[in-house]
């Protein structure tokens, strides 16, 4: 079985910083990309993204404030979140493209943290 557990969250000021990381483990053969979805009500949107290489993708409204990183070794991706915003609250889901020892490549999800910024 293949598990992501997310840390980090919580209750910040606006303006304040938060980081999040999220620890995949269990019959790991191999992880591709790696990232962070939120969700307030409404849809899950992609915030960012980083592959296996080291590319990384963000949406727009989190550019420049928010910093995706991984650490292969410890199979853990991280999103630094800076100059938060009362919009950035959401609950915030990591997810990654894994391949386990037994199977083919799927998406795994974290069971997501909460992030709320107050105003």
């Known amino acids: 079985q293949v598990r992501l557990v997310e840390s980090g969250g919580g209750l910040v000021q606006a303006g304040g910083s938060l980081r999040l990381s999220c620890e995949a483990s269990?019959?790991?053969?191999?992880?591709?990309?790696m990232g962070w979805y939120r969700q307030a009500p409404g849809d899950r949107d992609l915030v960012a993204r980083i592959?296996?290489?080291?590319?990384?993708n963000y949406t727009d409204s989190v550019k420049g404030r928010f910093t995706i990183s991984r650490d292969n070794a410890k199979n853990t991706v991280y999103l630094q979140m800076s100059k938060l915003k009362p919009e950035d609250t959401a609950v915030y889901y990591c997810?990654?493209?894994?391949?386990?020892?037994?199977?083919?490549?799927?998406?795994?999800w974290g069971q997501g943290t909460q992030v709320t910024v107050s105003s």
């Open positions: 997810y990654a493209d894994i391949r386990p020892i037994t199977g083919w490549y799927r998406n795994y």
């Open positions: 269990g019959s790991i053969f191999q992880i591709n990309a």
């Open positions: 592959g296996s290489d080291g590319s990384t």
